[in-house]
T-cell receptor, first 115, second 112 residues
Framework: EAGVAQSPRYKIIEKRQSVAFWCNPI?????LYWYQQILGQGPKLLIQ????????DSQLPKDRFSAERLKGVDSTLKIQPAKLEDSAVYLC?????????????FGPGTRLTVT | GNSVTQMEGPVTLSEEAFLTINCTYT??????LFWYVQYPGEGLQLLLK?????DKGSNKGFEATYRKETTSFHLEKGSVQVSDSAVYFC???????????FGGGTRVLVKP
């Protein structure tokens, strides 16, 4: 079974530029998550999709971050314009309910450096 | 709100030593508890989980017991190997829902 795919793996941009990340979840997983992991910290949920609808985006900085999941499969996360504090690893995860719990499977992440 | 606190690292051990990483949580109801591991250069992987009080999760020689009375989920391994060097994250998801809240992570370095 293929895992969660993310691209690009690394990205370096200057502040005020825009950037987009792509995620392809595990086939059949209805729930998709984007996390931000700042160096030395645990991942923080940015947005959660159930199929192509948003379940939770309470911690997404909506003035600069946007995300979509068209057709309930792939997803893109965009930052426009980027700030220095956006330097982090952006993790995508997907999950499937099993016995009342949701085990999340993570992709390798995209490491963003904003200079 | 929900929160997870775990011991700060790095934790440096010799091979075959005993490892304990403390994790405590704050949540309403009965959350599910998880330990994730992040090996160098790789993504997060689920190591083990427990979904109700007194459950013991185990995998690859690691164990953790869900203690409701102390709101803890400490990770233990009796004899670590160099290959266990990684960052370990404790996490919870609420009783009704699947949003994960992570602790800050504990870096473990095992020396031969």
């Amino acid at each position: 079974e293929a895992g969660v795919a993310q691209s690009p793996r690394y990205k370096i941009i200057e502040k005020r530029q825009s950037v987009a990340f792509w995620c392809n979840p595990i086939s059949g997983h209805a729930t998709l998550y984007w996390y931000q992991q700042i160096l030395g910290q645990g991942p923080k949920l940015l947005i959660q999709f159930q199929n192509n609808g948003v379940v939770d985006d309470s911690q997404l900085p909506k003035d600069r971050f946007s995300a979509e999941r068209l057709k309930g499969v792939d997803s893109t996360l965009k930052i426009q314009p980027a700030k220095l504090e956006d330097s982090a690893v952006y993790l995508c995860a997907s999950s499937l309910e099993q016995g009342g719990t949701y085990e999340q499977y993570f992709g390798p992440g995209t490491r963003l450096t904003v200079t | 709100g929900n929160s997870v606190t775990q011991m700060e690292g790095p934790v440096t051990l010799s091979e075959e030593a005993f490892l304990t990483i403390n994790c405590t949580y704050t949540a309403t109801g009965y959350p599910s508890l998880f330990w994730y591991v992040q090996y160098p250069g790789e993504g997060l992987q689920l190591l083990l989980k427990a979904t109700k009080a007194d459950d013991k999760g185990s995998n690859k020689g690691f164990e953790a017991t869900y203690r409701k009375e102390t709101t803890s989920f400490h990770l233990e391994k009796g004899s670590v190997q160099v290959s266990d060097s990684a960052v370990y994250f404790c996490a919870l998801s609420p009783a009704a829902g699947n949003k994960l809240t992570f602790g800050g992570g504990t870096r473990v370095l095992v020396k031969p």
